[in-house]
């Protein structure tokens, strides 16, 4: 069964720095990885996604992440962190012969002034 | 609308009322997908329909839960004699088409609180 892992409950990054959120995942067949934020009582928002390809993924708001298949991990990235990148990151992962998507417990990013 | 609605916003409902919460996709997303999030937590999987179809439904954590979808839009998740472990945000998503590199558009979710 396929499962998510974000190893950290909360990050904390100075405005203007580079941020990272982990994630790794594990599934059986070919791995459809997915970023999504989440405002308070809002639903949850897609960033990126890997398919196939080029293992960097570019996606929103100037966020990024790395595929990295022996590693199995998916970390998310800026550059260059906003105050308002501050909210809670889900990593999400579907297995090649699944439809439904199973997701990390989040990551709270808080970007500080 | 341009989003998924969710309806109620927020439902406050005693031990053992039934419940009914209401989603309506995008106009033309053929997936449909419900997921429980409880405090803290992130959305775990309850069920998923393909138009009017119900494909998947192991995530229901009891007989007590229910989803349809009859004419393939609208979707209601009914939860009967509800149990104070019901509490928890329900979102709904919907994404264009069957296939993995579809994203999922969620809603804004409801949030259920069991007295």
């Known amino acids: 069964a396929q499962s998510v892992a974000q190893p950290e409950d909360q990050v904390n990054v100075a405005e203007g720095n580079p941020l990272t959120v982990k994630c790794t995942y594990s599934v059986s067949g070919n791995p459809y990885l997915f970023w999504y934020v989440q405002y308070p009582n809002r639903g949850l928002q897609f960033l990126l996604k890997?398919?196939?390809?080029?293992?960097l993924v570019k996606g929103s708001y100037g966020f990024e992440a790395e595929f990295n298949k022996s590693q199995t991990s998916f970390h998310l990235k800026k550059p260059s962190a906003l105050v308002s990148d501050s909210a809670l990151y889900f990593c999400?992962?579907?297995?090649?012969?699944?439809?439904?998507?199973?997701f990390g417990k989040g990551t709270r990013l808080h970007i500080l002034p | 609308g341009a989003g998924v609605s969710q309806s109620p916003r927020y439902k406050v409902a005693k031990r053992g009322q039934d419940v009914a919460l209401r989603c309506d996709p995008i106009?033309?997303?053929?997936?449909l997908f419900w997921y429980q999030q409880a405090l803290g937590q992130g959305p775990e999987f309850l069920t998923y329909?393909?138009?009017?179809?119900?494909?998947?439904k192991s995530g229901l954590p009891s007989d007590r839960f229910f989803a349809e979808r009859p004419e393939g839009s609208v979707s209601t998740l009914k939860i009967q004699r509800t149990q104070q472990e019901d509490s928890a945000v329900y979102l709904c998503?919907?994404?264009?088409?069957?296939?993995?590199?579809?994203?999922?558009?969620f809603g804004d979710g409801t949030r259920l609180s069991i007295l």
């Open positions: 890997y398919i196939t390809g080029d293992n």
């Open positions: 998503a919907s994404s264009l088409a069957r296939g993995n590199n579809q994203p999922q558009h």
């Open positions: 329909f393909q138009n009017e179809a119900q494909l998947d």
């Open positions: 999400a992962v579907r297995d090649g012969g699944d439809d439904k998507i199973i």
């Open positions: 106009s033309g997303h053929v997936s």
